[in-house]
Nanobody
């Protein structure tokens, strides 16, 4: 079982990008899926999460109003729609899934334990 992120790339400031997090070997029904990012030289930070079976979401202030996390029609896909991106959004973006996590507890903890982590997808925002 694994998670794979995709959809990263280069985009100009003010533009949009949609990232996907796809699970293989399991479905998201009973999971909370978090989106995280790590910018060059910085610690990993949590930015958004969704409880798949209820659709409830949480966003940090840095992305609230610009990013939207949603579940796909397939039970193994979650999206992160990024709009009005800024150069400071440049980072490797990761998704993680955990069955018993109460988001956003421990969102920024470097040792946050998740059942599954993806390997990340790079987003580069140019000014």
């Amino acid at each position: 079982a694994q998670l794979v992120e995709s959809g990263g790339g280069s985009v100009q400031a003010g533009g949009s990008l949609r990232l996907s997090c796809v699970a293989s070997g399991f479905t998201f029904d009973e999971y909370v899926i978090g989106w995280f990012r790590q910018a060059p030289g910085k610690e990993r930070e949590g930015i958004a999460c969704i409880r798949f079976n209820t659709g409830s979401t949480y966003y940090t202030d840095t992305v609230k109003g610009r990013f939207t996390v949603s579940s796909g029609s397939a039970k193994n896909t979650v999206y992160l729609q990024m709009t009005r991106v800024k150069p400071e959004d440049t980072a490797v973006y990761y998704c993680g899934a955990e069955g018993s996590w109460i988001c956003p507890d421990g969102f920024d903890a470097p040792n946050l334990s998740m059942d599954y982590w993806g390997k990340g997808t790079l987003v580069t925002v140019s000014a």
